[in-house]
């Protein structure tokens, strides 16, 4: 399975931009970039995916690298409700996510 | 966005009993769902692919006999932990993939605890 390298921690004050990184320097031509993140004792949450080019939505941004050998989860206004673990993982062609270790964000008012 | 749902939330059982699980996708049909496992403090670690009118396909280490998945319609699947022992407590997490959205969506897990 491939994998991703995250950051163990990172830090951001409230309505500052967090740029969360990931490497995946092993990635194949089909495996999707997946963001999900999750707070204590609940099931992980959809963040945003995508392949190839960069993506938005209404949680985030995702910027991914012309090799694809790496991206970053862009939260443009960072909320207090935002801490909690972030998850960068590769879904192959058989669907499966494989869940790395993550990024501990936390946010200080 | 979508919901899975998971029941029991919480449930605690005496060793040797067996527990069962539901995960059910509530606004969209999945033909795959997967389990996984949580440790405190560890990442979630996936368990097995249930796979709707079929049997289920099991990650290495992983004994299929004691999670025993059931996947009977496109909106449930069920894992039951058989002969439940100290060891097998963890939180449990199921997702469903809705190909529609190309997107895996989680349920909120399950707390077991075998005394």
């Known amino acids: 399975d491939a994998k991703t390298t995250q950051p163990n921690s990172m830090e951001s004050n409230e309505e500052e931009p967090v740029h969360l990184p990931c490497n995946h320097s092993?990635?194949?031509?089909?495996?999707?970039i997946h963001w999900y993140r999750q707070l204590p004792s609940q099931g992980p949450e959809y963040v945003i995916h995508?392949?190839?080019s960069n993506v938005n939505n209404r949680m985030a941004s995702l910027a991914i690298a012309e090799d694809r050998k790496s991206s970053t989860l862009i939260l443009h206004r960072a909320t207090l409700r935002d801490a909690a673990v972030y998850y960068c993982?590769?879904?192959?062609?058989?669907?499966?996510?494989?869940f790395g270790t993550g990024t501990r964000l936390q946010v200080f008012p | 966005g979508a919901v899975v749902s998971q029941h029991p939330s919480r449930v605690i059982c005496k060793s040797g009993t067996s527990v069962k699980i539901e995960c059910r996708s509530l606004?969209?049909?999945?033909?795959?769902m997967f389990w996984y496992r949580q440790f405190p403090k560890q990442s979630l670690m996936l368990m097995a692919t249930?796979?709707?009118?079929?049997?289920?396909?099991?990650e290495q280490g992983v004994e299929k006999d004691k999670f025993l998945i059931n996947h009977a319609s496109l909106t449930l699947s069920t894992l039951t932990v058989t002969s439940a022992h100290p060891e097998d407590s963890s939180f449990y997490i199921c997702?469903?993939?809705?190909?529609?959205?190309?997107?895996?969506?989680f349920g909120p897990g399950t707390r077991l605890t075998v005394l």
């Open positions: 997702s469903a993939f809705w190909r529609s959205t190309d997107t895996q969506y």
């Open positions: 092993t990635i194949s031509g089909t495996d999707y």
């Open positions: 995508g392949l190839t």
């Open positions: 993982i590769l879904r192959d062609v058989a669907d499966k996510l494989i």
């Open positions: 606004d969209f049909q999945a033909t795959t």
């Open positions: 249930s796979n709707e009118g079929s049997k289920a396909t099991y």
